[in-house]
């Protein structure tokens, strides 16, 4: 059985898609960061047979929830202090994202302007489909 310790003070990302972990790490940035990152692959879970696990060390007042949120919105966030869940945070996908994801149309600005930013906002939720805010090339998952 694989025992990774509790959290004095930190963060506990859960319910994470199989084997979502590695892109969650490299997209919120914590391959730059100096704490400690424990990441669970493949743990089991009776809710989702199997489930992805990151526990982060110390404060994350930075953490990017629309990254999350976006990536999957099923991610449970928990926030950990003096050893104990103090809030407990649902993600949804956000109305607006930048940087996260790349507009593939070769005519957009973003592709002629490269300093601007890739914003892609939320045209349908139930599809979970984004649209560039220059040209409005589609985006789906």
Do not use: W
Not at 54 to 69: F, H, Q, S, T, Y
Not at 95 to 104: E, P
Not at 115 to 126: G, R
Request: include cysteine; hydrophobic fraction near 35%.
């Amino acid at each position: 059985m694989l025992n990774i310790s509790g959290l004095k003070e930190g963060i506990v990302l859960d319910h994470i898609q199989a084997g979502k972990s590695l892109d969650i790490y490299y997209h919120l940035g914590l391959d730059k960061l100096e704490c400690q990152v424990a990441i669970i692959k493949n743990a089991r879970s009776n809710k989702m047979g199997r489930k992805d696990i990151i526990k982060i060390e110390g404060p994350m007042d930075n953490l990017n929830l629309d990254v999350l949120g976006y990536i999957d919105h099923n991610i449970t966030v928990n926030i950990i202090h003096d050893n104990v869940i103090v809030e407990k945070k649902r993600l949804k996908l956000p109305k607006k994202i930048t940087n996260v994801i790349h507009c593939k149309n070769p005519r957009c600005i973003t592709s002629l302007e490269q300093e601007l930013p890739d914003v892609f906002y939320l045209a349908d939720e139930k599809t979970e489909t984004y649209r560039c805010l220059y040209c409005e090339e589609k985006y789906g998952k």
